[in-house]
Structure formats: structure tokens, C-alpha cells
């Protein structure tokens, strides 16, 4: 069965600090999708990105950055020199293959203290 | 209009009312999903939708009926709803139902049940 395990439910972190949020994830597929979203106050989900199993590479995109780990299981998501516009809860989801429902994980809220 | 709409953003009924949540996608999309996410509790899937069939009812409550007219509109009929029922409705489109599509949220409807 699938499962996404947030462990970290709330982070505080001063601004420009740098923050790892943790992801951890399990299904018995050998492809699967691995998704990060964003949700600020207003409600909304962004998406941030969407990682395959095939393709271990680290990501990077502006102070957002990635880490994929499959021999841990892992998908953590790293901001650099964190601003309080970042402040939202982050979830980790994953869909394995076939037409399984998208998994998340419970969430993880930050907070950005100016 | 781009991406994801939902309409009303915020919605207080009674328990005896009958009222309606609209959702709009203007992505070509052909899979559409109705979440529900309560204070304290992780996302829970509620139906899915691919090229207007249903394909996957969750468990929900007969209270809640949803409709899908065409591939852009969803809709949430929600009548003799309960307290518990309280809680951000959401709606997200994806490109057709499989694991590697990326599904694309709306801002949600926070619906209070009196």
C-alpha cells in the first residue's frame, strides 16, 4: 500500500534561515511519481514539482531545491535564505502506477519569523 | 479566467439547505477530482471524474452528489449536511487519470455548516 509520512507537523524558522522539510514515502511500485505542493493561507495548492522514479537527480529551482533518495525512500525539500512569503503548509504526495489516487502526506506548516 | 476556478470561495449553510459548489477548469483537462481537507485530518479524496464518467466514489455520504456536465465543470450538491461536514472543499484537474499526471488545485470552498 501507499503511504507519505510527513513526520515534521510545524517548523519556525527566522527569515533568511535555510529549512529541509522531510518526506518519506512507501508503495511497493518501481514507478512511481513523487509530487510537492504548496498551500498558503488563501487555501489554494501550488504545485511545485512533480519527480519520476527513474530520475534521481537533484533539482534546483530559484531557493527551492530537491533531494530524491530512493535507497532511503526519501524526497526532501530544502528552501535557501527562506522568506516569510514562504510561510504555507507543504505536502509531499505520491502516485504510483496505474490509476491509484494521489497520496499525501499530512503536511508540514512553516512558519517564517521576520 | 486561467486554471482552476471555484465558486463560492466561502459558503455558511444550514443543515436543512440545499446548496451547490462549482468548480471550472479552463486547463483541456480531462480528469477532475472533488477533495475534502478538515482541520484535522490529511486530504481525503472524494470523487474522481475522466471524460464525465465517475470513476471512483470514495465512500461519501449520499449528501453529497456530485455532477459533471462536461469535461471544464464540476459540481458539489450538497443537501442535509452535518457540523462535521465543516471544511475546505477543493477541486483539481489533471491532463487525463494517471499517476504521472500532475493534478492542478482551485482556491477551495470553505464551507461552514450551521
Known amino acids: 500500500a501507499q503511504k507519505v509520512t510527513q513526520a515534521q507537523t510545524e517548523i519556525s524558522v527566522v527569515e533568511k534561515e535555510d529549512v529541509t522539510l522531510d518526506c518519506v514515502y512507501e508503495t511497493r511500485d518501481t514507478t512511481y511519481y513523487l509530487f510537492w505542493y504548496k498551500q498558503p493561507p488563501s487555501g489554494e495548492l501550488v504545485f511545485l514539482i512533480r519527480r519520476n522514479s527513474f530520475d534521481e537527480q537533484n533539482e534546483i529551482s530559484g531557493r527551492y531545491s530537491w533531494n530524491f533518495q530512493k535507497s532511503t525512500s526519501s524526497f526532501n525539500f530544502t528552501i535557501t535564505a527562506s522568506q516569510v512569503v514562504d510561510s504555507a503548509v507543504y505536502f509531499c504526495a505520491l502516485s504510483d502506477s496505474g490509476n491509484t489516487p494521489l497520496v499525501f502526506g499530512k503536511g508540514t506548516r512553516l512558519s517564517v519569523i521576520a | 479566467e486561467t486554471g482552476v476556478t471555484q465558486t463560492p470561495r466561502h459558503l455558511v449553510m444550514g443543515m436543512t439547505n440545499k446548496k451547490s459548489l462549482k468548480c471550472e477548469q479552463h486547463?483541456?483537462?480531462?480528469?477532475m477530482y472533488w477533495y475534502k481537507q478538515s482541520a484535522k485530518k490529511p486530504l481525503e479524496l472524494m470523487f474522481v471524474y475522466s471524460l464525465e464518467e465517475r470513476v471512483e466514489n470514495n465512500s461519501v455520504p449520499s449528501r453529497f452528489s456530485p455532477e459533471c456536465p462536461n469535461s471544464s465543470h464540476l459540481f458539489l450538491h450538497l443537501h442535509t449536511l452535518q457540523p462535521e461536514d465543516s471544511a475546505l472543499y477543493l477541486c483539481?484537474?489533471?491532463?487525463?487519470?494517471?499517476?504521472?499526471?500532475?493534478?492542478?488545485f482551485g482556491p477551495g470552498t470553505r464551507l461552514t455548516v450551521l
Open positions: 486547463l483541456g483537462h480531462n480528469a
Open positions: 483539481a484537474s489533471s491532463q487525463a487519470r494517471l499517476a504521472s499526471d500532475t493534478q492542478y
